[in-house]
């Protein structure tokens, strides 16, 4: 089946430092790929997307490329903020779905913690 | 604004007591879905809906129960026979097609004892 394997947390940065989250998949075919982003209290925001080998989904300073020869979707940025400090989930969308069912496998999420 | 809506935030239960959660959304997505998030285990699939009346089990179906009876609407009940029911329970949504992103709600956090 299916599965999303990030790094375990937390990780710990100070503020400006660059960040990289791992994250890589097992699946059939050509998934999509998702980055959400889970504030304290709150529900999962989409961060990126990409949805074809060698996408780069970028969003608020942060970037993921899809990497199919080594099923990685890395999430980057340069230079973290205190805002950062969120939990972080990768997740894929496979190819082939019944309908317009979306079977998305989420990674186990990596939180993330930015110190002034 | 476009969104989900769940409610309560905070719910409190006895055990033995059936609960129901609320989850309503304005973005006109015929797809609707709840997960359960418990603390290193990411998200876990209960139960998932692609249209009106039609709704089917997920990963972890046991013990909770659904409908589907409004494009808008997706309740969830945890029923006394979930054996482990304290948990984040987060509703989300999205459009047809493996592209499309979830849209989440806040979560109800369920606390049973």
Redesign the interface.
């Given at each position: 089946g299916n599965s999303v394997t990030q790094m375990e947390g937390p990780v710990t940065l100070s503020e400006e430092a660059f960040l990289t989250i791992n994250c890589t998949y097992t699946a059939t075919g050509y998934?999509?790929l998702?980055w959400?982003v889970q504030y304290p209290?709150?529900?999962?925001?989409?961060l990126l997307?990409a949805?074809k080998a060698d996408d780069k989904g970028s969003n608020k300073g942060f970037e993921a490329t899809y990497r199919k020869e080594t099923t990685s979707f890395h999430l980057e940025k340069g230079s973290v903020q205190v805002s950062d400090s969120a939990v972080y989930?990768c997740a894929l969308?496979?190819?082939?779905?019944s309908?317009?069912?979306?079977?998305?496998t989420?990674?186990?999420?990596t939180k993330l913690q930015v110190i002034p | 604004d476009g969104g989900?809506t769940?409610s309560p935030k905070y719910l409190f239960r006895k055990e033995g007591q059936n609960v129901t959660l609320s989850c309503e959304q304005n973005l006109n997505h015929?797809?609707m879905y709840w997960y359960r998030q418990d603390p290193?285990?990411?998200?876990r699939?209960i139960y998932?809906s692609?249209?009106v009346n039609d709704f089917?089990k997920g990963d972890i179906a046991e013990g909770y129960s659904v409908s589907r009876e409004k494009k808008e609407s997706f309740p969830l009940t945890v029923t006394s026979a979930q054996k482990n029911p304290t948990a984040f329970y987060?509703c989300?949504s999205?459009?047809?097609?493996?592209?499309?992103?979830?849209?989440?709600?806040?979560?109800t956090r369920l606390t049973v004892t």
């Open positions: 998934p999509s998702f959400y209290g709150e529900g999962l925001q989409l997307k949805t989930f969308s496979p190819q082939l779905n309908g317009g069912y979306q079977k998305v989420f990674g186990t999420g | 989900i769940q015929d797809a290193g285990q990411g998200l699939l998932y692609q249209i089917q987060l989300a999205s459009q047809t097609g493996y592209n499309s992103p979830l849209h989440f709600g806040n979560g």
